[in-house]
């Protein structure tokens, strides 16, 4: 990961935020990002599909099993919704560069004197103020969304130390253990609790926009 790239796109989404905005970008980063990092790289979901035993040497019974109870790794599902959490930032940086570019054209073609509609691209007023009043929308829906599919997953945002399963190829109704199941219930209600306030900020920011308006 070019790290450099990556500071690069904080700096411009941090320099253009609201207050509420940087503190919900410190959050992510730190406690999402950061926490996404160290469970994929600690290997608490990794070896998942090795260390779930089931008391059984039916052949494809352990696959379908795991199939069933874990349709899509917590891990991908949190990287999909760090990427799409955070794209709505990015429009709001490429808006006011938008702006910004439209401004250097106006001056080079000799325009300096005429009124500059965006003599301060950053601030936001007009279509800058409804791209980032969408872009908090969009953030806390796609958290809602996300907090929903985890919930549907694993009820209670919890995974049980055993699990039964009765589907083909099994021959009978037989027991699954899933392993560390401890850990990574920790590490799925701490994602769970980031997520609620940063669903929190965004809401909070949306009324600051509006009420500021």
Known sequence: MNWGVFEGLLSGVNK???????????????????????????????????????NTRQPGCTNVCFDHFFPVSPTRLWALQLILVT????????????????????????????????????????????TY??????????????????????????LPRRVKCELPPCPNVVDCFISRPTEKTIFTLFMVVTTCICIMLSLIEAAYLIGKR
């Open 87 to 130: 794209c709505p930032s990015l429009l709001v940086v490429m808006h006011v560069a938008y702006r910004e570019a439209k401004e250097q054209r106006r001056r080079a073609a000799g325009k300096d004197n005429c009124h500059c509609s965006y003599s301060h691209p950053g601030k936001k007023r007009g279509g800058l103020w409804w």
């Open 16 to 54: 253009y935020s609201t207050a509420f905005g940087r503190i919900w970008l410190s959050l992510v980063f730190i406690f999402r990002l950061l926490v996404y990092v160290v469970a994929a790289e600690r290997r608490v979901w990794s070896d998942d599909h090795k260390d779930f035993d089931c």
């Open 133 to 158: 009043l969408l872009s908090l929308v969009f953030k806390a829906g796609v958290d809602v969304v996300f907090l929903y599919i985890f919930y549907r997953f694993y009820r209670n945002y919890t």
